[in-house]
């Protein structure tokens, strides 16, 4: 079908419009040049149409998320899609995913409704030790990542822990201190040609970063936990390194909920910042608008429904809080367009979802209109009017139109052989590759990037 998104104010960072009145055309699933004629005119006249939202933290979790769901402080993935869709989204993005957890994770992708997915592999440096200290051997962990990245079928390559830690003396010959970590991953993704999602805290920010243009540092506003840190932060957006927020507003504090994923320390899936680190977090992104700061969720922890409108109002506009002592409001805030580059644009490209978070030609007909609030702040993009999937109107004046969206689970294919490492961590019995086996049978539809 061929449409027309007639008289809307567009905001898309990709072609450098910023709210100017203008008209889209649609050709089946594409975005296209100007058509003579059209099937459907929708009209958008005092609405803001932006790119569908691409959320780099969905709200899941594939090991030990049941605990949380148990206690009600996370959401079934089976309301994620839908209430995503609501807020003008079309595609989740999840991390945390283990060789030996994925099959957990492509089970609550499958289960989520309109959106589309995808999520990380992480890397545990424990498993690659005395490859990563031979540099020769760098080539070698590379092939063997891209094989398992194809096997366990996701789209991108983080790490929580980068270093390698040993409690016991025997083990001390194969220790990786952070710093020198950070220099190995950094000839890593040179080699792979990608950035790495390091899981953000503390310590890492103290840490000299190589090449921080190689590097993306996810959830941030749980390492701020003084000035310092958020200096650091700072100097390293400045540097070429990208960040997401990872923001969610702070709750009371709940019984902490611990997993064990094969890492250094176990990992406490409900830690959330506190009201400070919030605020450091929000005064970053008000320095850093358009420069390599995506806005993001706090994965399993987000209220979406609670929390969404009212961040979108704290970044949108000055803090009315009152202010601490000798500290004045921040009178700034984020643009419509600010908001564009940060949970369109910048989150597609770090996914490599070249068609998506753009609204030109050639790209994939994923569009969000929302009423245009009267002084551009942010607070009604809350609630999306209509979102437009693939071509396919999903909701129409704020009404679920679509019961049967199409959707895909992304992963990036690579032509990779077996390597001597791959064939070392199949025989360690913490890999298990036969929970490999049945991705076939799990979620899906596949589609390759």
Known sequence: MRRK??????????????????????????????????????????????????????????????????????????????????????????????????????????????????????????????????????????????????????????????????????????????????????????????????EAFPELLSWPLPEPERFHLGGLSRALVGEAEAGAAARLLGAGATGDLGLCLPGPASLPVWVEVGGFAPRCLNARPGPKEVKRARKLALDFPCRGLAFSTLGPLSRLEEDFPRLLTWLGGPDHRPPGRNAAPDPRGWTLFDWAYATRFLPAELLGLRDRGRLTPGARADIALYDLPQDGRLDGLARCR??????????????????????????????????????ELSRAFSFRPETLWSLEQLGGPWAEV
């Open 5 to 198: 998104i007639a008289g809307g104010r567009i905001f898309d960072p990709a072609s450098g419009r910023r709210g100017e009145t203008g008209d889209l055309y649609l050709h089946g699933e594409r975005l296209v040049p100007p058509l003579e004629e059209v099937d459907e005119v929708l009209e958008a006249h005092g609405q803001a149409v932006l790119a569908a939202g691409v959320e780099l933290r969905a709200p899941l979790w594939g090991f030990g998320g049941h605990l949380l769901h148990l206690r009600g402080e996370a959401l079934p993935p089976e309301q994620v899609g839908e209430l995503y869709a609501r807020l003008g989204y079309t595609h989740v993005h999840a991390g945390g995913v283990t060789v030996a957890t994925a099959g957990a994770m492509h089970r609550h992708l499958a289960a989520l409704r309109v959106v589309d997915a995808s999520a990380s592999l992480e890397v545990n440096l424990r498993d690659l030790d005395l490859a990563l200290k031979d540099p020769a051997r760098l080539p070698e962990v590379a092939q063997t990542l891209c094989l398992l990245q194809a096997r366990t079928r996701t789209l991108g390559l983080s790490v929580a822990e980068p270093f390698v830690r040993y409690r016991q003396d025997y083990y001390a010959h194969r220790t990786l201190p952070g710093p020198q970590a950070l220099e190995v991953l950094a000839a890593l993704a040179a080699g792979l040609g990608c950035r790495l999602f390091l």
């Open 386 to 423: 209509t979102l437009i999937k693939a071509g396919r109107v999903v909701i129409r004046d704020y009404v679920r139109v679509d019961p049967e969206v199409p959707r895909q689970i992304l992963f990036r294919q690579a032509e990779a052989a077996e390597t001597r490492l791959f064939g």
